[in-house]
């Protein structure tokens, strides 16, 4: 084999507080299990932010953050058996698991027990570092690497490999159908979505936003109806009302007992929000007085991200994105901590 070119470009974070910049860094060591793409897009999600803020834990920089990649594949493996040179190919928020532990052998491989790997701030099994797609190019483990379908562009396709199936996996989980009423709380990258697939799925949708900015940007989305979490009011007539709550986002005063009042017996509360905060504790008499499931999510197994697309294109589910340059990647953090997106950001190289 000619000598590995291990080196490329990517605006990286060195620091929390600090803007990205433009460096060079090594991709991971050569393997047959190998694909390598040349990055095109990359999706942002609010798990980048709280990563270059070191706001889970430290990170450790410096980190490249970026997990809704798509690119062309540039250099495949011996063992790789799923893409080919010149295919565009997506990768989400994992990139490796142990393939050997028992929820890896059920298909669960999101929740591995022994080795979740994530795309950015994480380690290959060679010790390397993972680097995500703030960056030009991007060499990882085919197993979770996913050929886009012909008929989307990847602009498009970037956004599903975390948003996408983040929100799609539990509310197919949980059989959300058109008996369903579905509350979205947070209508941001994950939450629009939501949106999307609890429609898809023929289910009413009421978006749950903290104030009345989205009210009618929601509607044009495809809620049927709004409420505005601030509005305590409001709640009244939603009591329980809804067979689901997806939470993509609240605030830190959120409390148990006002969003599990919505539901309907048995029905669920889904959590998939990663806040830098703890959820406050649990009443007894929230769980005597609610009969609610209450679950979390993690991204989606590589058979549920195949799932997602396939039922994606089959009911024609699009997200709703806005590119910005590669370049421009420092600006477009700005605007995303902000809260401009309507409703997730792709960076173009
Ligand atoms: N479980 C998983 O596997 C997984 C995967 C990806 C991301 N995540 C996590 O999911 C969360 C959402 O990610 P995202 O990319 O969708 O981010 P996003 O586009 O910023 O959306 C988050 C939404 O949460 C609401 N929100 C945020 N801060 C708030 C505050 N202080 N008070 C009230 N509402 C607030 C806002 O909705 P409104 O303005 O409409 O109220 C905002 O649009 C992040 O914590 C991320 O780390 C989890
Ligand atoms: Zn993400
Ligand atoms: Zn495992």
């Given at each position: 084999?000619?000598?590995?070119n291990?080196t490329f470009n990517a605006w990286a974070?060195?620091?929390?507080?600090?803007?990205?910049?433009k460096m060079q860094l090594?991709l991971?060591?050569?393997?047959?299990?190998?694909?390598e793409l040349d990055v095109t897009h990359c999706?942002?999600?609010?798990?980048?932010?709280?990563?270059?803020?070191?706001?889970?834990?430290?990170?450790?920089?410096?980190?490249v953050?970026g997990?809704?990649i798509?690119g062309v594949?540039k250099?495949?493996?011996?063992?790789?058996?799923?893409?080919?040179?010149?295919?565009?190919?997506?990768?989400?928020?994992?990139?490796?698991?142990?393939?050997?532990?028992?929820?890896?052998?059920?298909?669960?491989?999101?929740?591995?027990?022994?080795?979740?790997?994530?795309?950015?701030?994480?380690?290959?099994?060679?010790?390397?570092?993972?680097f995500g797609g703030y960056a030009d190019r991007w060499r990882?483990?085919?197993?979770?690497?996913?050929?886009?379908?012909?008929?989307?562009?990847?602009?498009?396709?970037?956004?599903?490999?975390?948003?996408?199936?983040?929100?799609?996996?539990?509310?197919?989980?949980?059989?959300?159908?058109?008996?369903?009423?579905?509350?979205?709380?947070?209508?941001?990258?994950?939450?629009?979505?939501?949106?999307?697939?609890?429609?898809?799925?023929?289910?009413?949708?009421?978006?749950?936003?903290?104030?009345?900015?989205?009210?009618?940007?929601?509607?044009?989305?495809?809620?049927?109806?709004?409420?505005?979490?601030?509005?305590?009011?409001?709640?009244?007539?939603?009591?329980?009302?809804?067979?689901?709550?997806?939470?993509?986002?609240?605030?830190?005063?959120?409390?148990?007992?006002?969003?599990?009042?919505?539901?309907?017996?048995?029905?669920?509360?889904?959590?998939?929000?990663?806040?830098?905060?703890?959820?406050?504790?649990?009443?007894?008499?929230?769980?005597?007085?609610?009969?609610?499931?209450?679950?979390?999510?993690?991204?989606?197994?590589?058979?549920?991200?195949?799932?997602?697309?396939?039922?994606?294109?089959?009911?024609?589910?699009?997200?709703?994105?806005?590119?910005?340059k590669m370049d421009?990647v420092?600006?477009?953090?700005?605007?995303?901590?902000?809260?401009?997106?309507?409703?997730?950001?792709?960076l173009e190289n």
């Amino acid at each position: 084999m000619a000598a590995d070119n291990r080196t490329f470009n990517a605006w990286a974070c060195t620091a929390k507080d600090k803007p990205l910049t433009k460096m060079q860094l090594e991709l991971r060591e050569w393997s047959e299990d190998c694909v390598e793409l040349d990055v095109t897009h990359c999706g942002i999600c609010g798990s980048d932010v709280h990563t270059m803020d070191s706001g889970w834990g430290p990170t450790e920089y410096p980190c490249v953050v970026g997990h809704e990649i798509v690119g062309v594949v540039k250099k495949t493996g011996k063992n790789v058996t799923n893409v080919k040179v010149g295919d565009r190919a997506g990768v989400g928020a994992q990139c490796s698991s142990c393939h050997k532990c028992q929820n890896c052998q059920e298909g669960n491989e999101n929740l591995c027990m022994n080795g979740f790997v994530g795309t950015y701030n994480g380690r290959w099994e060679t010790n390397d570092k993972t680097f995500g797609g703030y960056a030009d190019r991007w060499r990882g483990d085919y197993r979770f690497v996913f050929k886009v379908p012909d008929n989307m562009s990847s602009a498009i396709a970037s956004t599903f490999f975390c948003a996408g199936v983040t929100t799609y996996a539990p509310l197919k989980r949980t059989n959300v159908n058109s008996s369903s009423v579905v509350g979205v709380m947070g209508l941001g990258g994950l939450g629009h979505y939501a949106v999307k697939w609890a429609k898809a799925m023929g289910a009413k949708v009421v978006g749950m936003s903290h104030n009345d900015k989205k009210r009618d940007v929601a509607l044009e989305l495809g809620c049927d109806e709004y409420l505005n979490t601030s509005d305590k009011e409001a709640f009244g007539a939603y009591q329980r009302q809804m067979t689901h709550i997806l939470c993509t986002g609240t605030s830190q005063d959120f409390d148990w007992m006002t969003y599990l009042k919505l539901i309907t017996v048995n029905g669920h509360f889904i959590n998939v929000s990663m806040p830098e905060w703890n959820f406050p504790e649990i009443s007894p008499f929230v769980f005597f007085s609610s009969q609610v499931y209450i679950s979390g999510s993690a991204i989606g197994s590589p058979a549920e991200i195949e799932d997602m697309l396939e039922f994606a294109a089959s009911h024609k589910v699009e997200p709703w994105i806005q590119t910005y340059k590669m370049d421009d990647v420092v600006k477009a953090i700005e605007d995303f901590r902000a809260g401009k997106p309507r409703f997730r950001i792709v960076l173009e190289n």
